[in-house]
């Protein structure tokens, strides 16, 4: 599979991948779309070396992706091979007053999934 990596200095690499097979709880998706937002275009022109949500180093860009499940791993319920999917990359506590709304990126919790 192809995917693109942003080591920084302004550029942008397609390299190929191995498909990986999804374990537990996971599932493979076959890319159709993927957004590229703000994070994504400053990792284009700063090579990241930390820690966080933009630290890009040998792994594939993008955070924002759509597309269709290809395999399903081990104990995945509710998906099935086909379904049309997008992936919201923003993971709550759940419990404090913005997720219930549907608002996690709002989550203040020091608990808040990682």
Known sequence: M???ILP?????EIREFPVPEPGHGQV???MKALGLCGSDLRAIYHEHRGSGAERYQNVIAGHEP???????GPDVRGFEAGDRVVVYHIAGCGRCDECPEGFMIGCASPERAA
């Not at 920084?8 to 942008?12: F, P």
């Not at 759509?66 to 399903?72: D, K, N, R, S, W």
């Open 66 to 72: 759509a597309g269709q499940i290809e395999a399903i």
């Open 28 to 30: 493979l998706i076959s």
């Open 2 to 4: 192809r995917g693109a």
């Open 8 to 12: 920084g200095d302004e550029r942008v």
